[in-house]
T-cell receptor, first 118, second 111 residues
Framework: AQTVTQSQPEMSVQEAETVTLSCTYD???????LFWYKQPPSRQMILVIRQEAYKQQNATENRFSVNFQKAAKSFSLKISDSQLGDAAMYFC??????FGGGADGLTFGKGTHLIIQP | DVKVTQSSRYLVKRTGEKVFLECVQD?????MFWYRQDPGLGLRLIYFSYDVKMKEKGDIPEGYSVSREKKERFSLILESASTNQTSMYLC??????????FGSGTRLTVV
């Protein structure tokens, strides 16, 4: 079974600075998806960024980028120019078989609570 | 805008009650999921369904059952609620390209 580990229960960063959230995972598969989700106090899970394992290029979405190290099984999220609205729980998640038709669910890490200091 | 709707945002039930948590999606997705979220534990998969009347156990199915009579609706059932089932419950659906859409959760308290 796959496992996802987020070793930072809480992180704090000054507004406008850069912060990196860590995520490692364990799998024996070669094809899979990795995700970062944001959950603000509204509880709505919002997709931040997605990475396909077969792609070597790191995914980016505006101020959000990942450092995907497949051999090391590491998938960190970098948030540049942090804003107050970035304050939330961040979850790293794994899904196997991206090209299959199966209904595999996501395996989540325990989350990192990100605090933005004004 | 596509949606996954959970019928209750907050719910308080008594120990031993039968509890139904309802989830409806309007995206014609085949795959639907129920997760439980607890502080320090992240989200854990309870059950999922890949078609009408089909269901599969996730990582923590004990004490729960599900029903999917229509494609758009996926119900989570607590046959006899217990205090250790006090938690946040999140429903999600997944389309063909792998994108997941989540509901905004039901916070269930069992007293």
């Amino acid at each position: 079974a796959q496992t996802v580990t987020q070793s930072q229960p809480e992180m704090s960063v000054q507004e406008a600075e850069t912060v990196t959230l860590s995520c490692t995972y364990d799998t024996s598969e070669s094809d899979y998806y990795l995700f970062w989700y944001k959950q603000p106090p509204s509880r709505q899970m919002i997709l931040v960024i997605r990475q396909e394992a077969y792609k070597q290029q790191n995914a980016t979405e505006n101020r959000f980028s990942v450092n995907f190290q497949k051999a090391a099984k590491s998938f960190s999220l970098k948030i540049s120019d942090s804003q107050l609205g970035d304050a939330a729980m961040y979850f790293c998640a794994y899904r196997s078989s991206p090209f299959g038709g199966g209904a595999d669910g996501l395996t989540f890490g325990k989350g990192t609570h990100l605090i933005i200091q004004p | 805008d596509v949606k996954v709707t959970q019928s209750s945002r907050y719910l308080v039930k008594r120990t031993g009650e039968k509890v139904f948590l309802e989830c409806v999606q309007d995206m014609d997705h085949e795959n639907m999921f129920w997760y439980r979220q607890d502080p320090g534990l992240g989200l854990r998969l309870i059950y999922f369904s890949y078609d009408v009347k089909m269901k599969e156990k996730g990582d923590i199915p004990e004490g729960y059952s599900v029903s999917r009579e229509k494609k758009e609706r996926f119900s989570l059932i607590l046959e006899s609620a217990s205090t250790n089932q006090t938690s946040m419950y999140l429903c999600a659906s997944r389309g063909g390209r792998g994108g997941y859409t989540f509901g905004s959760g039901t916070r269930l308290t069992v007293v």
